[in-house]
């Protein structure tokens, strides 16, 4: 089978990065959304108990359902599109799929029984009351990880098909329909939002877990997937997609790991309210992590997977070295303007109900330090998953180990002796992922004989400099503009944050333009073409 020229898999992966962006941008405002709704509605009591039992189900979806089994599955089945068709990709998705149901469930039956101990290990300094809630609204929402797992599978099956707009807007599903039901089913059961409304919170989250499922549905259909069950394991395409898991469970989970250690730090902070800002500040942050990065990386995996399937390693070149320059591209303004312009932002998206201004400045500040490891983020997003379309999967994972252990170390200076609070977490979850970054990078270099290193450099020092006007408009805007920020109107803030993020915009796209940029115009390009306007 043929295997289309890099410079043909690159303009695919632009169109393709431009309605993953899209569809992702969607997903994260609904889930900025469903942040609010829950500061709004739920003091810092109630929110720290549901973000503390979200944590496991959650982690356990990026460890194994969009972490491990995504990244296995779509590198073995998109290899066997390359090189056996796709009868043999099909056979190999109902295989999957069966085991998946499975597994998932038995882990889902497991997590239930075993909650209290894992509730005992991640809040075991949490008062009583906290502890038994956090218990009760675990185990109710441990199933979302089965179906997250399957709906992780269709995502892949659609994706490695060239199909990226649905499974892209299926977590916005997810986030609409926890919004809708988790409020809905939350005010039935108390009016006043409290405690016992977060049964109904969870219940709604489940719901949301079973939409991003089945809204894949039709396309799958449509590619010419048809459901069977199939208990043949004992095949060689299930062996590969364990044997790449076993490693990739342990190399995505460096962030996740990272960010639930936190928040075991975080309950150790004298009083309410730690674990809530980091979640919402993470959440933030994740903005344009999704609508960048992880779009970027989810086009870019599938094209390296069919190149190293037919051993071209300069195709493979050319695609990391082009995602990972537009991924900078397209993050660093945001991370400078994160860090610059922390506090209008939060206030103009939270500052309302229980959330005070008192909670702006503590979420803000853990913002600004989550804010300085974005691009490295995004790197990883690109760089890692190529490590198993290229047989290299223990790399990452060794990789990993190290960086888990270094976001412990550092936590404990950043927070205890260094006195840095909250803000110390943030800031060793982000030095973490630049130095995890800096090893991905190195080791594929070498292996794959080159990233165009040199043109990369050269790209960041621009964008550095591009980067100095928009970092000067937000403080001055913070300076003339949000003075008042703690009593300002909500309109008036609102028309003052747009205006600044306009100008600051403008202020950087005018700097890349004088500097020539390769990458903006394949930005622009995909501009044009989602405007529909011609070239």
């Not at 942040?35 to 003091?43: I, T």
């Not at 892209?168 to 809708?180: E, Q, R, T, Y």
């Not at 043949?232 to 990739?248: C, F, H, Y």
Request: overall charge positive.
């Amino acid at each position: 089978m043929t295997t289309p020229s890099a410079q043909q898999q690159n303009q695919l992966s632009k169109r393709a990065a431009g309605v993953v962006g899209l569809a992702v941008a969607c997903s994260r405002v609904l889930g900025l959304v469903r942040e609010v709704v829950l500061a709004a509605l739920f003091g810092k009591y109630a929110t720290d108990v549901f973000y503390q039992a979200f944590r496991v189900p959650n982690l356990l979806r990026d460890l194994f359902a969009e972490g491990a089994l995504s990244t296995a599955f779509i590198t073995t089945f998109s290899k066997k599109i390359a090189t056996e068709g796709d009868g043999s990709a099909w056979r190999l998705a109902n295989k999957m799929a069966t085991l998946t149901t499975v597994f998932m469930s038995l882990v889902t039956l497991l997590g239930v029984v075993f909650a209290p101990q894992l509730i005992n290990i991640l809040a075991g300094a949490w008062p009583s009351d906290k502890q038994a809630l956090t218990l009760q609204l675990t185990q109710i929402m441990f199933p979302f990880i089965l179906l997250v797992s399957l709906a992780a599978l269709a995502m892949g099956m659609l994706n490695a098909k060239n199909v990226f707009g649905m499974p892209a807007m299926a977590s916005s599903f997810f986030n609409l329909g926890s919004i809708v039901a988790g409020v809905s089913l939350g005010w039935w059961m108390d009016p006043h939002f409290g405690s016992r409304s977060l049964i109904g919170l969870s219940m709604g989250t489940l719901i949301g877990g079973l939409l991003q499922l089945v809204v894949q549905f039709p396309a799958l259909w449509k590619v010419g997937f048809r459901l069977h069950l199939d208990f043949a394991w004992r095949d060689e395409g299930v062996r590969q997609i364990l044997i790449l898991m076993g490693p990739a469970v342990i190399a995505a989970s460096a962030v996740q790991v990272n960010v639930m250690v936190n928040a075991n730090f975080a309950s150790h902070i004298l009083g309410d309210g730690p674990v809530s800002w980091l979640q919402q500040s993470f959440r933030l942050m994740q903005l344009p992590l999704g609508i960048f990065g992880v779009a970027v990386g989810t086009v870019t995996l599938p094209v390296v997977s069919r190149f190293a399937a037919v051993q071209d390693l300069s195709g493979v070149r050319s695609t990391l070295s082009h995602g990972l320059r537009l991924a900078f591209l397209l993050t660093i303004p945001c991370a400078v303007g994160l860090i610059f312009f922390a506090e209008p932002i939060i206030s103009l998206i939270y500052q309302r109900g229980e959330f005070a201004y008192f909670s702006t400045q503590q979420t803000a500040a853990a913002l600004q330090f989550y804010a300085v490891g974005l691009v490295a983020y995004s790197g990883i997003k690109v760089l890692a998953p190529a490590f198993y379309a290229l047989n290299r999967r223990n790399l990452p994972m060794m990789v990993s180990f190290f960086s888990i252990a270094t976001n412990y170390l550092l936590n404990q200076v950043f927070t205890f002796q260094l006195g840095f609070g909250h803000r110390g977490l943030a800031l060793s979850t982000s030095l973490v992922a630049i130095i995890n970054f800096a090893i991905l990078y190195l080791m594929m270099a070498r292996h794959i004989e080159g990233l165009e290193t040199r043109m990369l450099l050269k790209n960041l020092g621009k964008l550095a400099l591009a980067s100095l006007p928009l970092a000067l408009v937000c403080v001055a805007a913070n300076r003339w503009l949000f003075a008042g920020l703690a009593t300002m109107a909500f309109l008036p803030k609102l028309v003052a944050v747009l205006g600044t993020i306009i100008l600051a915009a403008a202020a950087f796209g005018i700097s890349v333009a004088l500097l020539r940029i390769e990458e903006v115009e394949d930005v622009l390009a995909i501009i044009r073409r989602k405007l529909g306007l011609r070239q």
